[in-house]
């Protein structure tokens, strides 16, 4: 079976445009979430979206926006880009929405804002 | 707010030795889940051990194993036999078990990098 897939693999956009990123979960899998990976530093999380409603959100600005479409794939949306929203971002699919259940994680976006 | 230090960005053993990656936790808490995730040079994340709270039992995977201390709000993470394999970064990471709004998240520590010399 197909892990999470990701695209597109890497990504270089200016100051203020907007960018969308996409992720496949596992087949079977209803939720996902995406974190942001700055160098150096672990993931932080971003959304969950579990039946392609929001469960969860981080502490992060409202440019950063999600959907969940009704095969359970997702986008994630950052409008006016900032340098610091240069990243790696990583979806993550699991089968149940909380738990112990193991999230899998994609090979991620790699960002670049310049 | 959880959240999760790491206290050694760096670690290096040799092969076929063991070692302990620390990982400490604050949480007011008292149901939650515990993870070790590792991140190879090619990016993608992978779980290693998982721990649910209210288990006394530590968890074990064939070489990893965890140990536990849930007062002292410690889970460190032993690799036995290490292998050339195991080179990575390794995240310790806490889940809520409420799932109320954000808590459905991982919150990860900033990583441990363990070298593997031959």
């Known amino acids: 079976d197909a892990g999470v897939t990701q695209s597109p693999t890497h990504l270089i956009k200016t100051r203020g445009q907007q960018v969308t990123l996409r992720c496949s979960p596992i087949?079977?899998?209803?939720?996902v979430s995406w974190y942001q990976q700055v160098l150096g530093q672990g993931p932080q999380f971003i959304f969950q979206y579990y039946e392609k409603e929001e469960r969860g959100r981080g502490n992060f600005p409202d440019r950063f926006s999600a959907r969940q479409f009704p095969n359970y794939s997702s986008e994630l949306n950052v409008n006016a880009l900032l340098l610091g929203d240069s990243a790696l971002y990583l979806c993550a699919s699991s089968l149940l929405r909380q738990g112990a259940n193991e999230q899998f994680f994609g090979p991620g976006t790699r960002l670049t804002v310049l | 707010a959880q959240t999760v230090t790491q206290s050694q960005p760096e670690m290096s053993v040799q092969e076929a030795e063991t070692v302990t990656l620390s990982c400490t936790y604050d949480?007011?808490?008292?149901?939650?889940?515990l993870f070790w995730y590792k991140q190879p040079p090619s990016r993608q994340m992978i779980l290693v051990i998982r721990q649910e709270a209210y288990k006394q039992q530590n968890a074990t995977e064939n070489r990893f194993s965890v140990n536990f201390q849930k007062a002292a709000k410690s889970f460190s993470l032993k690799i036995s036999d290490s292998q050339l394999g195991d080179a990575a970064m390794y995240f310790c990471?806490?889940?809520?078990?409420?799932?109320?709004?954000?808590?459905?998240?991982?919150?990860f520590g900033k990583g441990t990098h363990l070298i593997i010399q031959p």
């Open positions: 990471a806490y889940r809520s078990a409420r799932g109320r709004g954000g808590a459905d998240g991982l919150t």
């Open positions: 949480t007011s808490e008292s149901d939650y889940y």
């Open positions: 087949s079977g899998h209803k939720s």
